[in-house]
């Protein structure tokens, strides 16, 4: 988000928005493996924690499938933009802020996923 907001307050293009676009798509790969790893998660959840609420996991599922689309769409707009550069074309304008609006509603996401996991995790603090 850093990176986003140097980006977006840089009036022309520098390396911020090149890091800003690569950096959403390393987040779309990194939620994909996140996302990709919850069934085998919550198989041992169910195998190796006796007091657990299912409830809890499957909102926490719900979230965490969001967070996963909405990752995605950042990395697509990502893409678009480094396609652009290698066209030798600059992204269109809005791009940027779309993009960092898309980055501030993931954060809230998947830190409310995260607390959700940590509910399963820690049931105690229920």
Same mark, same amino acid.
């Given at each position: ?22 950096g959403s798509i390393i987040l779309a790969v ?22 657990y609420s299912k409830d809890l996991v499957e909102?926490?599922? #719900?979230?965490?499938? $969001? ?5 995605? &769409?950042? %990395? *697509? ?6 396609s652009n550069y290698a066209q030798g074309e ?14 501030? #509603?993931?954060?809230? $996401? ?5 607390? &959700?996991? %940590? *509910? ?7």
């Amino acid at each position: 988000m850093v990176l986003g907001w140097k980006a977006i307050r840089s009036k022309k293009t520098t390396h911020y928005h090149k890091l800003y676009y690569w950096g959403s798509i390393i987040l779309a790969v990194s939620a994909s493996i996140a996302y990709f790893t919850g069934p085998a998660t919550a198989e041992w959840i169910k195998n190796n924690i006796t007091t657990y609420s299912k409830d809890l996991v499957e909102n926490h599922a #719900l979230w965490g499938r $969001i967070g996963f689309i909405v990752s995605i &769409l950042s %990395g *697509l707009l990502g893409v678009m933009a480094i396609s652009n550069y290698a066209q030798g074309e600059r992204p269109h304008k809005a791009i940027p802020w779309i993009l960092f609006i898309i980055l501030l #509603l993931n954060v809230c $996401i998947f830190a409310y996923t995260t607390h &959700l996991g %940590g *509910l399963i995790r820690r049931p105690d603090l229920l």
